[in-house]
């Protein structure tokens, strides 16, 4: 098993650019969310999804977008960044009755200039 | 939004040494965790309590789930060089698919 990955693991985008963070799991995980992180701030949550087809918002899901049209794949979109999105994104997936588990991917640390 | 208050921010201690940490909230949580992140990885589950007065051990580490279930408590013992990390707490209410987490202690452990 490969866990939970993350692609890319750096990225640094123009203000305005969009892009994709990509994140995959194989452990059949019904539950997969967004978290980022910033300095002094811990994680925050920013998606998150119960199962294909079903997304919802966390506590900071303005600028970002998200899609779950497969068990595996949770990809995070931005569509125009800002400077303020600059961060390290971190993915999670759980099974939907251990929610306390969750598998966290290494991370991709985001720059926008 | 919701926050959990994590203390202290920072510690450094030296090899061998006792570690406390502690997290606290101005809500109630049906369950607390405590996950430990090291540079350049996502974070670990430690240890997951689910009741309020709940003692946990996981090895030289024991958790505590407070009684008024607004703090909880990670203890470290005889500590060594690989403790090294960020300790963050998580809360968690019940009928939400939501975590909130703590804003994480930074341990650095001198040998």
């Known amino acids: 098993n490969a866990g939970v990955t993350q692609t890319p693991k750096f990225q640094v985008l123009k203000t305005g650019q969009s892009m994709t963070l990509q994140c995959a799991q194989d452990m059949n995980h019904e539950y997969m969310s967004w978290y980022r992180q910033d300095p002094g701030m811990g994680l925050r949550l920013i998606h998150y999804s119960v199962g294909a087809g079903i997304t919802d918002q966390g506590e900071v899901p303005n600028g970002y977008n998200v899609s779950r049209s497969t068990t595996e794949d949770f990809p995070l979109r931005l569509l125009s960044a800002a400077p303020s999105q600059t961060s390290v994104y971190f993915c999670?997936?759980?099974?939907?009755?251990?929610?306390?588990?969750?598998?966290f991917g290494p991370g991709t640390r985001l720059t926008v200039t | 939004g919701q926050q959990l208050n994590q203390s202290p921010q920072s510690m450094f201690i030296q090899e061998g040494e006792d570690v406390s940490m502690n997290c606290t909230s101005s809500?109630?949580?049906?369950?607390w965790l405590w996950y430990k992140q090291e540079p350049g990885e996502g974070p670990v589950l430690l240890i997951a309590l689910y009741k309020a007065g709940e003692l946990t051990s996981n090895g030289r580490l024991t958790a505590q789930f407070g009684i008024t279930r607004k703090d909880s408590f990670l203890n470290i013992s005889a500590s060594i060089p690989s403790d090294v990390g960020i300790y963050f707490c998580a809360g968690h209410t019940s009928g939400t698919y939501k975590y909130i987490f703590g804003t994480g202690t930074r341990l650095k452990v001198l040998a």
């Open positions: 809500s109630i949580f049906n369950t």
């Open positions: 999670a997936s759980a099974l939907a009755g251990a929610l306390y588990e969750q598998y």
